[in-house]
């Protein structure tokens, strides 16, 4: 079993839709966790950290649940240029040591 | 501020020669990280640099792969001799702490003829 599981997807939504990944991980000693995006064939950039009280970021919403170790993305109003790779990212006992899930892809059509 | 650099960002040798990587991490990050995305897989986390101490190497794959991180600044991951295996993005990244988000280079795309 992978330390970080993901939906592979494809998930093809129009403009405008709302659209929520999810992401479970086996690691309890999990701290801290982040939404990465990344563009075909470009590196990972951060998207947002994800905290146990929930937090926002414009038209995303990140949601950590500690006791059933899964972690959600939510994207509002969806752009076009939302369409890129997400993935789920633990920080394995704080240590530094990213695990990353195999990514959600997501396409947005006009 | 300058973001991570990585050089090259491409890299096509043969199989049983040597490569040279190289990362230039955000200025003031002592933490240090590599990283390997081999074709259909997850990213995977090969070692990590607190300033010029390895803190971690548990991800390297075997002793073909050798990091360094002299003086605290800039790291190299050489491979020698190189494998058809060894093929994927190689990937730096670095952070002011461990519980901080890290910061990506665009990546080093190696392919092994």
């Known amino acids: 079993r992978k330390e970080v599981e993901q939906d592979p997807g494809p998930f093809n939504v129009p403009e405008g839709a709302t659209v929520a990944f999810n992401c479970t991980y086996s690691n309890s000693a999990s701290q801290s966790f982040f939404w990465y995006r990344q563009d075909c064939r470009k590196e990972p950039k951060l998207l947002m950290s994800?905290?146990?009280s929930g937090n926002e970021d414009g038209r995303f919403t990140a949601q950590l649940n500690r006791a059933s170790q899964y972690i959600s993305l939510l994207i509002r109003d969806s752009k076009l240029s939302d369409s890129a790779t997400y993935l789920c990212?633990?920080?394995?006992?704080?240590?530094?040591?990213?695990?990353f899930g195999q990514g959600t892809t997501l396409q947005v059509k006009p | 501020e300058a973001g991570v650099t990585q050089f090259p960002s491409h890299s096509v040798i043969e199989k049983g020669q040597t490569v040279t990587l190289r990362c230039d991490p955000i200025?003031?990050?002592?933490?240090l990280y590599w990283y390997r995305r081999v074709m259909g897989k997850e990213i995977k986390f090969l070692l990590h640099f607190v300033k010029e101490s390895k803190q971690d190497e548990s991800g390297m794959p075997n002793n073909r792969f050798l990091a360094e991180r002299t003086g605290g600044t800039y790291s190299t991951l050489k491979v020698q001799p190189a494998e058809l295996e060894d093929s994927g993005v190689y990937f730096c990244?670095?952070?002011?702490?461990?519980?901080?988000?890290?910061?990506f280079g665009d990546g080093t795309r190696l392919s092994i003829l």
């Open positions: 200025s003031g990050h002592d933490n």
């Open positions: 990212v633990v920080n394995k006992g704080n240590t530094g040591k990213l695990i």
């Open positions: 990244a670095s952070s002011q702490a461990t519980d901080q988000p890290q910061h």
């Open positions: 994800v905290y146990s």
